[in-house]
């Protein structure tokens, strides 16, 4: 299907497990996000790739991982879950970086951290 | 300092009544979009509509327009005409060219429409 995607879209897991939310897009987009979305804070960005091999942080990535081997692909990994990263994951992704441009989002990933 | 600011929590309108939801910003950036997004209950996030800095008109996009007041740094987001299929929640962002080039988010603003 075409646009962007997210898996899973509900995932439960356990404090100190490793979990890895995928997110994929068929647009070539350059450009793809990272964000949670926590009740009181709106959307936060926790990584950010401007193409592929090349990612950077945002405001909250401590705990998270992520890689861009593919333009395609921008897979987040919590290396051992905290209850705090209890959140709704957001993937989206920009033809480029002009301020002009909306970004699209994927259908959002609920974790829950036990 | 925020960058975006929403100061509505939630706003309550009736049905086929117009609803404005405040949005003011903060950047040194010349060159910026303002963008409104709307999260109904099934989580998803929806574009709704654009204001680039340099625009000198209001956008609009069927029911939904922007109220862009460049020196004041606001971007209202004005729906005419509410329908029960507005209640959702509505988030007001900002991209400007320089730093990472994301979107900055303000908290949102829920709408209720009643019958």
């Known amino acids: 299907d075409a646009g962007i995607t997210q898996s899973p879209r509900y995932k439960i897991t356990e404090t100190g497990r490793q979990v890895t939310l995928m997110c994929h897009q068929t647009w070539s987009h350059s450009y793809m996000f990272w964000y949670r979305q926590d009740l009181g804070h709106g959307l936060r960005l926790i990584y950010y790739s401007a193409a592929a091999d090349i990612t950077d942080k945002g405001e909250v990535p401590d705990g998270y991982v992520v890689s861009r081997s593919k333009t395609e692909n921008f897979p987040l990994t919590l290396e051992s879950a905290t209850r705090s990263q209890t959140s709704v994951y957001f993937c989206?992704?920009?033809?480029?970086?002009?301020?002009?441009?909306?970004?699209?989002f994927g259908p959002g990933t609920r974790l829950t951290v036990l | 300092a925020q960058k975006i600011t929403q100061t509505q929590p939630g706003m309550f309108v009736q049905e086929k009544e117009a609803v404005t939801l405040d949005c003011t910003y903060d950047t040194s950036d010349q060159s910026y979009g303002l963008f409104w997004y709307k999260q109904p209950s099934s989580g998803e996030m929806i574009f709704l509509i654009y204001?680039?800095?340099?625009?000198?008109q209001n956008a609009t996009e069927g029911r939904y327009s922007l109220n862009f007041q460049k020196a004041r740094k606001s971007a209202n987001l004005v729906i005419s005409a509410s329908q029960l299929g507005d209640s959702a929640m509505y988030f007001c962002?900002?991209?400007?060219?320089?730093?990472?080039?994301?979107?900055?988010f303000g908290k949102g603003t829920m709408l209720l429409v009643s019958p």
């Open positions: 962002a900002m991209r400007e060219n320089s730093g990472y080039s994301t979107l900055t």
């Open positions: 204001q680039g800095s340099y625009d000198e």
């Open positions: 989206a992704s920009s033809p480029d970086r002009s301020s002009y441009n909306e970004q699209f």
